[in-house]
């Protein structure tokens, strides 16, 4: 099992930035994808980036609306994983979630999520 703590979340101007931060009760090197979710009023859970934590390259994905301003990461020894958010815009209003797949044979396989963090960009 795994327990998810999401972090960050504020309120922004349009342009400006926050840093998510997803921490883990076990090592994520023991955990197959970890991402971010968001979901804004109205709308399905939609992913914005996952990351392999335990790979080289982290084997990272984006969502087309994250390309260029988010970037995930990872710090294995802390247990956690980033969601950096640059040029913000109101449209990335959401609730943001940290999500965890665990696979065999990993122990405690299964699909988890964090309680999530909200972040609202607004002027």
């Known amino acids: 099992q795994v327990q998810l703590v999401e972090s960050g979340g504020g309120l922004v101007q349009p342009g400006g930035s926050l840093r998510l931060s997803c921490a883990a009760s076990?090592?994520?090197?023991?955990?197959?994808?970890m991402g971010w979710y968001r979901q804004a009023p109205g709308k399905q859970r939609q992913l914005v980036a996952t990351?392999?934590?335990?790979?080289?390259?982290?084997?990272?994905n984006y969502a087309d609306s994250a390309k260029g301003r988010f970037t995930i990461s990872r710090d294995i020894a802390e247990n956690t994983v980033y969601l950096q958010m640059n040029s913000l815009k109101p449209e990335d209003t959401a609730v943001y979630y940290c999500n965890a797949r665990i696979d065999p044979p990993f122990l405690t396989p299964g699909d988890y999520w964090g309680q999530g963090t909200q972040v609202t960009v607004s002027s």
């Open positions: 076990r090592s994520i090197a023991s955990i197959n994808i």
């Open positions: 990351i392999a934590p335990v790979t080289s390259s982290g084997m990272i």
